[in-house]
């Protein structure tokens, strides 16, 4: 999906690059009503939100968040349990 927008992307700035009397027909303020994305909107755009509780979203940091939702709660990364579950050193 990522490519097929920078492809979009790019193509648009070609032809306005060729044909610059074509920027005159865009109305930028209904591109960005239809994206619909306000820049300060970080939990609505942010995938890691369906992860979390609203009170985790609003208590952690980007980053402890990101790694809450990527790790499963039935694992939890102490050393303990990190230790146990990969057993001893050696492979004994």
């Given at each position: 999906m990522r490519r097929r927008m920078k492809v979009a992307?790019?193509?648009t700035a070609l032809y306005e690059f060729h044909f610059p009397w074509l920027t005159e027909f865009r109305d930028m303020e209904?591109?960005?009503?239809y994206v619909g994305q306000e820049a300060g909107d970080e939990s609505k755009s942010?995938?890691?939100?369906?992860?979390?509780?609203?009170?985790?979203?609003?208590t952690l940091t980007t980053i402890e968040r990101n790694q809450r939702a990527g790790r499963p709660a039935a694992y939890p990364c102490d050393s303990k349990s990190l230790n146990h579950a990969l057993g001893p050193p050696g492979g004994a």
């Open positions: 992307e790019y193509v209904s591109e960005f009503d942010d995938p890691v939100h369906g992860f979390l509780s609203a009170d985790e979203w609003e």
